[in-house]
C-alpha cells in the first residue's frame, strides 16, 4: 500500500468519495460565510440573466427596428440598451469574482492551517507510515485543489446552471415546441457525462498515487545526493524517475482521452439539436407561425445555450480531481491525535523513572520489541542502555515522551503513570538529545531556546555550557546568525554542542541521550563529551549507547537482548560477569584496536 494510500484510508473510498459527501464536509467551513457565498451567488444570476437579454434585444431589432419609419425608438433604445447591459454584466461579474475569491481563500487557509496543527499533533506512528513528501502534497499543493473547486468550479457550475436555466425559460416563451427538442438533449448529456465521470474519478486517485511516488523519489535523491554522488548513481535515479514520468504522463493521458471525450459528444448532441430546430423553424415560417426576429432570437439563445453546456462538462474534470484531493486532505484532518493524558499537574519532575512490566510491539513483527521490561531510575542517577540492533534501546526511550504508549505494563514518574500527567506538562521534563541533530533555518538563539521567546543572558550561558562561546564570538551577527536549514553552515561538532545548548536552556529534570558522540571526529567528541558532563549534573539521565567507551561511568547499564533485560549492573561488575556486555565490549575493543 502506497503512501499517498494508507493516508486516505481515513476518509474511505465508499460514499466519502463522492462530490456530495466532500461538500458536506466542506458544509462546516461554508456555513459561517454563507453571506458572502449568497452575495456571490446573486451577481452570478445578474450574470446568467444578461445572456438572456442578448437574444431578447435582438428580436424587437430584427422585428422593428429594420425595414419600417416608425422604428426610430427601436432602433436607439436597442445599442443603449446593449451598453447597460455590459455594465451590469461586467460589474455582477466583478462582484460574484471578488465575493467568492473571499471565501474560497478563507477556506483554503482554514484547511492548510488545520492540516498543519493535525500533522503536529498527531502520533509519532503517522511519521512513521506517511512519508515528508505525502504530507507535503496534502498541505501545500493538494489543498489547491479544493481552492479550484471552490472558486473555478463552484462559479461555472451555478453561473452556467442559471444561465442555462434563463436561456431555456427564454426560449420555452419564444416557442415551446421548438424548446421540447432542446430539453430532450440534456437527459442525455446528463447520462453521458456520469458514465464518463467514474472512471474520471479512478483515474484520479492513481494519477495523485504516482505524483506523489514522484515527489518521494525527488525527496530521496535530494537528501542521499552525496550516495548518489559517491556511488555514481545518476543514471540509476534517472532511470527512476524517467520510469515513474512515463508512468505519469501515460495516466494524464488517459485522463485527457476520457475527459475530452465529453465536449465533442456534447457538441454533436447539440447540433443534431440545431439542425433539426432550423428544420422545423423554416417549416413555422412557411406558414407565418413565426417571425424572422423570433426565428434569430431562438437560434441565438439556443447557440448561447451551447458555451454554458460545454463548461458545464468541461468542469467534470477540476471536479473529479478536487473530490481525489479532498480525500487526501480530509484523510489527514481525521488522523487521530496524540492523547492529551491527564489532568495531573507536573510542575518539576523529581526525576523517579520506573517502567513496570512493560512491553510493546509496533504490529509488523511477530516477536514483541520489549517484552516484560522492568527496571526503575532514581533521580540524578545515569542509567545507559546497551546491546545489539535491534534489541530496543529506541522504542523503550521513545515510550517515556509516550512518542508511543506501551502495549502492557506503565511507565511512571514520580510514582505515577505518565498517562495522568498532561502531554504537554509530561514533555516540559524531559530534554533530548541524539545523534541525528534536528536545528531549523533560523537563527542561533532560536534554535536554542526553541518554542520559547528567548532570552538572551539565558542563551549566552547555554552556548557557554555547551563549548560554543569561542565558535558564536568569531561570528558575524554573533547568536543572530542564520544557521541555514538543518544547520548547514555549522560543523558536525558545532551541530551537535548547539543541541545541547538547547537541551541545557530548557533545563529539564529528565534527559535523554541517544549516543550524541558516535559521529564525531576526536577533537570534537572531546568538546561534545565536555558539553554533555555539563548538561547531565543534576539530572536523570538515560543513555542510549552505540560505543561502549562513552558509558563507563554510568552508574548502571542495562543490557538488552531480543525486547528484554539480560544482564544489568556497573561497567566492571558485567565485564567480570563475562556475558553479553562483555561480548560486545571485547568486539569493539579488538574492532579499536585493529
Do not use: C
Given at each position: 500500500?502506497?503512501?499517498?494510500?494508507?493516508?486516505r484510508?481515513?476518509?474511505?473510498?465508499?460514499?466519502?468519495?463522492?462530490?456530495?459527501?466532500?461538500?458536506?464536509?466542506?458544509?462546516p467551513?461554508?456555513?459561517?460565510?454563507?453571506?458572502?457565498?449568497?452575495?456571490?451567488?446573486?451577481?452570478?444570476?445578474?450574470?446568467?440573466?444578461?445572456?438572456?437579454?442578448?437574444?431578447?434585444?435582438?428580436?424587437?431589432?430584427?422585428?422593428?427596428?429594420?425595414?419600417?419609419?416608425?422604428?426610430d425608438?427601436?432602433?436607439?433604445?436597442?445599442?443603449?440598451?446593449?451598453?447597460g447591459?455590459?455594465?451590469?454584466?461586467?460589474?455582477?461579474?466583478?462582484?460574484?469574482?471578488?465575493?467568492?475569491?473571499y471565501?474560497?481563500?478563507?477556506?483554503?487557509?482554514?484547511?492548510?492551517?488545520?492540516?498543519?496543527?493535525?500533522?503536529?499533533?498527531?502520533?509519532?506512528?503517522?511519521?512513521?507510515?506517511?512519508?515528508?513528501?505525502?504530507?507535503?502534497?496534502?498541505?501545500?499543493?493538494?489543498?489547491?485543489?479544493?481552492?479550484?473547486?471552490?472558486?473555478?468550479?463552484?462559479?461555472?457550475?451555478?453561473?452556467?446552471?442559471?444561465?442555462?436555466?434563463?436561456?431555456l425559460?427564454?426560449?420555452?416563451?419564444?416557442?415551446?415546441?421548438?424548446?421540447?427538442?432542446?430539453?430532450?438533449?440534456?437527459?442525455?448529456?446528463?447520462?453521458?457525462?456520469?458514465?464518463?465521470?467514474?472512471?474520471?474519478?479512478?483515474?484520479?486517485?492513481?494519477?495523485?498515487?504516482?505524483t506523489?511516488?514522484?515527489?518521494?523519489?525527488?525527496?530521496?535523491?535530494?537528501?542521499?545526493?552525496?550516495?548518489?554522488k559517491?556511488?555514481?548513481?545518476?543514471?540509476y535515479?534517472?532511470?527512476?524517475?524517467?520510469?515513474?514520468?512515463?508512468?505519469?504522463?501515460?495516466y494524464?493521458m488517459?485522463?485527457?482521452?476520457?475527459?475530452?471525450l465529453?465536449?465533442?459528444?456534447?457538441?454533436?448532441?447539440?447540433?443534431?439539436?440545431?439542425?433539426?430546430?432550423?428544420?422545423?423553424?423554416?417549416?413555422?415560417?412557411?406558414?407565418?407561425?413565426?417571425?424572422?426576429?423570433?426565428?434569430?432570437?431562438?437560434?441565438?439563445?439556443?447557440?448561447?445555450?451551447?458555451?454554458?453546456?460545454?463548461?458545464?462538462?468541461?468542469v467534470?474534470?477540476?471536479?473529479?480531481?478536487?473530490v481525489?484531493?479532498?480525500?487526501?486532505?480530509?484523510?489527514?484532518?481525521?488522523?487521530?491525535?496524540?492523547?492529551?493524558g491527564?489532568?495531573?499537574?507536573?510542575?518539576?519532575?523529581?526525576?523517579?523513572?520506573?517502567?513496570?512490566?512493560v512491553?510493546?510491539?509496533?504490529?509488523?513483527?511477530?516477536?514483541?520489541?520489549?517484552?516484560?521490561?522492568?527496571?526503575?531510575?532514581?533521580?540524578?542517577?545515569?542509567?545507559?542502555?546497551?546491546?545489539?540492533?535491534?534489541?530496543?534501546?529506541?522504542?523503550?526511550?521513545n515510550?517515556l515522551?509516550?512518542?508511543?504508549?506501551?502495549?502492557?505494563?506503565?511507565?511512571?514518574?514520580?510514582?505515577?503513570?505518565?498517562?495522568?500527567?498532561?502531554?504537554?506538562?509530561?514533555?516540559?521534563?524531559?530534554?533530548?538529545?541524539?545523534?541525528?541533530?534536528?536545528l531549523?533555518?533560523?537563527?542561533?538563539?532560536?534554535?536554542?531556546?526553541?518554542?520559547?521567546?528567548?532570552?538572551?543572558?539565558?542563551?549566552?550561558?547555554?552556548?557557554?555550557?555547551?563549548?560554543?562561546?569561542?565558535?558564536i564570538?568569531?561570528?558575524?551577527?554573533?547568536?543572530?546568525?542564520?544557521?541555514?536549514?538543518n544547520?548547514m553552515?555549522?560543523?558536525?561538532?558545532?551541530?551537535?554542542?548547539?543541541?545541547?545548548?538547547?537541551?541545557?536552556y530548557?533545563?529539564?529534570?529528565?534527559l535523554?541521550?541517544?549516543?550524541?558522540?558516535?559521529a564525531?571526529?576526536?577533537?570534537?567528541?572531546r568538546?561534545?563529551?565536555?558539553?554533555?558532563?555539563?548538561?547531565?549534573?543534576g539530572?536523570?539521565?538515560?543513555?542510549?549507547?552505540?560505543?561502549?567507551?562513552?558509558?563507563?561511568?554510568?552508574?548502571?547499564?542495562?543490557?538488552?537482548?531480543?525486547?528484554?533485560?539480560?544482564?544489568?549492573?556497573?561497567?566492571?561488575?558485567?565485564?567480570?560477569?563475562?556475558?553479553?556486555?562483555?561480548?560486545?565490549?571485547?568486539?569493539?575493543?579488538?574492532?579499536?584496536a585493529?
Open positions: 500500500m502506497s503512501e499517498k494510500q494508507t493516508l484510508k481515513t476518509i474511505g473510498e465508499g460514499e466519502n468519495s463522492s462530490s456530495t459527501a466532500v461538500m458536506r464536509r466542506l458544509w467551513y461554508l456555513r459561517p460565510l454563507m453571506g458572502f457565498v449568497l452575495l456571490g451567488l446573486l451577481a452570478m444570476g445578474f450574470v446568467a440573466a444578461s445572456e438572456a437579454g442578448i437574444p431578447m434585444l435582438l428580436k424587437p431589432l430584427l422585428d422593428h427596428g429594420f425595414g419600417t419609419k416608425s422604428s425608438k427601436a432602433r436607439w433604445i436597442v445599442p443603449v440598451a446593449v451598453i447591459l455590459a455594465l451590469v454584466r461586467g460589474t455582477a461579474q466583478y462582484a460574484a469574482g471578488y465575493f467568492l475569491s471565501v474560497s481563500n478563507k477556506i483554503l487557509l482554514q484547511l492548510r492551517l488545520q492540516m498543519f496543527d493535525r500533522m503536529i499533533h498527531t502520533s509519532a506512528g503517522f511519521f512513521q507510515r506517511e512519508t515528508a513528501s505525502t504530507v507535503i502534497n496534502a498541505i501545500v499543493f493538494e489543498v489547491n485543489q479544493i481552492l479550484q473547486v471552490l472558486s473555478g468550479v463552484v462559479v461555472t457550475l451555478v453561473r452556467d446552471s442559471l444561465t442555462v436555466v434563463f436561456l425559460g427564454y426560449l420555452f416563451i419564444l416557442n415551446w415546441r421548438l424548446t421540447l427538442i432542446v430539453a430532450v438533449i440534456l437527459p442525455a448529456i446528463g447520462w453521458l457525462v456520469s458514465k464518463i465521470n467514474r472512471r474520471l474519478r479512478r483515474l484520479n486517485r492513481e494519477h495523485q498515487m504516482l506523489n511516488e514522484l515527489s518521494y523519489i525527488v525527496e530521496e535523491t535530494v537528501g542521499g545526493y552525496k550516495v548518489v559517491v556511488h555514481n548513481g545518476e543514471p535515479e534517472m532511470g527512476r524517475f524517467s520510469e515513474m514520468s512515463g508512468r505519469l504522463r501515460g494524464a488517459r485522463m485527457q482521452v476520457s475527459g475530452g465529453a465536449q465533442p459528444l456534447t457538441q454533436f448532441l447539440a447540433s443534431i439539436a440545431l439542425a433539426v430546430v432550423i428544420t422545423i423553424a423554416v417549416l413555422q415560417s412557411a406558414s407565418d407561425q413565426t417571425t424572422v426576429g423570433g426565428f434569430v432570437a431562438f437560434v441565438t439563445s439556443m447557440l448561447l445555450v451551447i458555451s454554458p453546456l460545454k463548461h458545464l462538462i468541461d467534470n474534470q477540476p471536479l473529479q480531481r478536487g481525489t484531493a479532498a480525500e487526501l486532505i480530509f484523510g489527514l484532518i481525521d488522523e487521530p491525535p496524540e492523547p492529551a491527564g489532568g495531573r499537574p507536573l510542575p518539576r519532575a523529581e526525576g523517579r523513572i520506573e517502567f513496570r512490566n512491553s510493546f510491539n509496533y504490529g509488523t513483527q511477530e516477536r514483541a520489541t520489549l517484552d516484560d521490561v522492568s527496571f526503575k531510575v532514581a533521580p540524578g542517577e545515569m542509567v545507559a542502555l546497551a546491546g545489539p540492533s535491534g534489541s530496543g534501546k529506541t522504542t523503550l526511550v515510550l515522551p509516550r512518542f508511543f504508549d506501551p502495549a502492557g505494563g506503565q511507565v511512571l514518574v514520580d510514582g505515577a503513570p505518565i498517562t495522568e500527567y498532561a502531554l504537554h506538562d509530561l514533555r516540559a521534563q524531559i530534554a533530548m538529545v541524539s545523534q541525528d541533530v534536528v531549523f533555518n533560523d537563527t542561533i538563539a532560536a534554535n536554542v531556546a526553541y518554542g520559547t521567546v528567548p532570552d538572551r543572558d539565558r542563551v549566552l550561558a547555554a552556548l557557554a555550557a555547551a563549548n560554543l562561546s569561542d565558535v564570538g568569531s561570528l558575524p551577527d554573533g547568536i543572530d546568525t542564520l544557521i541555514g536549514g544547520g553552515r555549522l560543523s558536525g561538532g558545532q551541530r551537535q554542542r548547539l543541541a545541547i545548548a538547547r537541551a541545557i530548557k533545563d529539564a529534570p529528565i535523554i541521550l541517544d549516543e550524541a558522540t558516535s564525531l571526529d576526536s577533537e570534537s567528541e568538546h561534545v563529551q565536555s558539553a554533555l558532563e555539563t548538561l547531565m549534573k539530572r536523570t539521565t538515560l543513555v542510549i549507547a552505540h560505543r561502549l567507551s562513552t558509558i563507563e561511568r554510568a552508574d548502571r547499564i542495562l543490557v538488552l537482548e531480543a525486547g528484554k533485560i539480560a544482564e544489568q549492573g556497573s561497567h566492571a561488575e558485567l565485564l567480570r560477569l563475562g556475558g553479553l556486555y562483555a561480548h560486545l565490549h571485547r568486539i569493539q575493543y579488538q574492532q579499536q585493529a
